[in-house]
Nanobody
């Protein structure tokens, strides 16, 4: 099964950009549908977006569409979340996740493997 280790995150100002990374090991990375989630304090964990097995399709929730970009490198076994034009409401604990189900990257469901989470703080 796949293990996910996240890096990146930190404190930025509103309008800044940030890239989160997620390194996968222990599985065949290209066989997993990948996603990003976030959880603000006191709130439930929400799906942000995902990317298909073969890097050819992505899905985003409306609140981040046009600002966030998800990419993956199936050679390096890496998943990325580039966040532009960050807003205070984007502040949260961000998680990468992996699923063996194809639909997960657009449905936001079926994820079984999770990174440890990385915090993003956005000051106004």
């Amino acid at each position: 099964q796949v293990q996910l280790v996240q890096s990146g995150g930190g404190l930025v100002q509103a309008g800044d950009s940030l890239v989160l990374s997620c390194a996968a090991s222990g599985g065949i990375f290209r066989e997993y549908s990948m996603g990003w989630f976030r959880q603000a304090p006191g709130e439930e964990r929400l799906f942000v977006g995902g990317i298909s097995y073969s890097e050819d399709d992505t899905h985003y929730v409306d609140s981040v569409k046009g600002r966030f970009t998800i990419t993956r490198d199936n050679v390096k076994n890496m998943l990325y979340l580039r966040m532009n034009s960050l807003r205070p409401e984007d502040a949260a604990l961000y998680y990468c996740a992996a699923s063996t189900f194809y639909h997960s990257y657009y449905s936001g469901t079926g994820f079984s493997y999770w990174g440890q989470g990385t915090r993003v703080t956005v000051s106004s």
